[in-house]
Structure formats: C-alpha cells, structure tokens
C-alpha cells in the first residue's frame, strides 16, 4: 500500500496543503507507544525487586533487613506485560530473613537449603537435619501471620507476625517433637542446639525490633511463671513427684503456701506453687518457677536433662503441660 493511501490531505486557501496522520496511524502508534511503556515499568518494577533483594541477602542492619523482608512479602513481581516464572515464595523471604537476623548477630547452626524436587526453600540444623527439616506455612484466614513448622510432621513450633510485631511459641509442639519425636533418636546435645537457636531467634525479635514474645516452655528467666494445663492441679501428681524424685536422688521439699521445692545441680530449683496473693493473675491456680543463678535453665532444659522429671511430666501431661497461647495455637 502506498504511503498516498495513508495520509489525509486538507486543501488551504492559496493552494497549501497540510498533512497529518490518520486515525488508524495514530491508534497503532499509541498502542506501540503503551505497550513499549507497559514494559518499561514491568522492568523497572523487577530492578526495584532486585534492589530489595540485595538488601535482604546483603545488609548488615537490622532495620533494614526488617524492612526488606517486609518489602518483599508484599512486593508484586509480575505485571501485566512481564511475568517471571521462577520467583521465591513468601516463606523463602521467611527463612532468608532468619537465616540474616543470626548471621548479623554472628550465630550459626542453620543451614539454608534449596529443595529441587519442590522448588522452596528450607531450614535444616546439623545434627537433627535425618530427622526432619523446617519451613513457613501460612494460615487461609490470616494474611500477616505465618507459623514455623516441621515439614514431615506439619508440627507447628512457632507463630510469627511481621505486621503486629508477635511471636509465640507453642509449648505442646516443642515438646512433642523434642522430647518425644526426637528425644529417643538423637544426639540430646543436638536438640539442646536447636533450642537454643529457637530462643535466640526470639530474643533477637525482642531486642531488635520490640516484639511481644510469649518463649512458652524455653523461657529461662527467673521471673517467668509457667501456666500449666489444669490449674487446679490433683495432689496426687505432686506426690508422684515426691517418690520419683527420691528415686532420682533428689529431695522435694514442702515449701510455703503448699509449694513443693525440687533442689537440682548447679543451685537451679524447680518450684510448684499455688498462687496465694490476691492481687496476681493467677489466684488461686497452681504454676511452675525454674530458678537458676544465671538464668540460663528454662523448663524445657530441666526436663531434657533430667530423666526422672521428663518421665513425670510426659506421665501427667494432660494435667502438667505448659499453656500455649490459644488464640494461634489450638
């Protein structure tokens, strides 16, 4: 076609003649010109993706890996012109972001893992990785939280909330897979690593970004008050204890306001109480105290130790296990 047909020609007076481009020339020049500016942006919003990658894998704040982690669970990759078909899930920026927060505080002991067969990302611990292997999973009716899970076994030990700042830890689980799932099969120093890590993931929360962290059963410091599961405790299974810990060369001791005192090695002191002040929360239920001079030894620890304890407590669970928070965890 020849260039004639596509132009319109307007006639002047004096004999001039003006042309300009046609409907159509100008319906497909806008379409060039969008579809070239539609991708532009989609290159440009992937380079903004990258810039926030880099931060994550990179920074050595701890402001800024937050807020990178942020950034990115809520960052939209494709548009509508561009899609990239290889993209990291929401519980990979998780496990990333974990695996930076304890490098930045010079902590090792997990091992970031990529995983061919299904295309994610994964946390294992040397020394318990034969056994299982850890990953987020996020819950349908809720859109800022995540749990921290066992992958075989679908155990949820944590719940994490970038958005309100919260972290909670679910006692039920950690002991069924340390002390029970594990126990048995692994190296004890091991589990007590994985612990330690687990502890130190909320303590760093804590200190660096002010989250409200419930350590559940990890807990070591002196003032934490453990709720167990039946408040109004049954006397029997304090004088279970009595005769197991006879057995275990220990001695419990009748303390004041109908505690029972269970002296351990190293000064620590395990303390079964029924709250006697009025004015605390927990009138009148029976609670749990570790004490230790380093506040080092939570309760977890007393009973991975100590066998006569673990076997007391597994015994009478349904009574002595140690509260989770109900609102995350069923």
Known sequence: MSDSLNKTVTFQPHQTKQTSPSPATLSTTGRLMSYNDQLKAGLQNGIGFTRLLDQLISTTSTQELFQAVADLTAYHLDTAYIVFPQQYSRSDFYLIFLNRLLDLHQLSGVVLQSSDQYHELYHEYPGINAAGYFVFKFPENDPSGAYYIEKNSQLELFYLDFTKHLLRFNSHTLTQLLLVDYYPKLDHQNIKKFATILLAIGNYLKRDFGFDVDFGLLDPINSCVYQISEPDLPTTIIDQLFVIAAKGG?????????????????????????????????????????????????????????????????????????????????
């Open 250 to 330: 220990k001695m419990l001791e009748a303390g004041a306001d109908q505690s029972a005192v269970l002296k351990l090695d190293n000064d620590v002191t395990v303390t079964i109480f029924r709250e006697a002040d009025p004015q605390q929360a927990h009138f009148g239920e029976w609670l749990l105290k570790v004490w230790d001079p380093q506040q080092t030894i939570s309760w977890f620890d007393v009973l991975l130790h100590y066998q006569f304890l673990r076997d007391w407590y597994l015994n009478n669970l349904p009574s002595l296990e140690i509260k989770a928070d109900l609102q995350y965890f069923s």
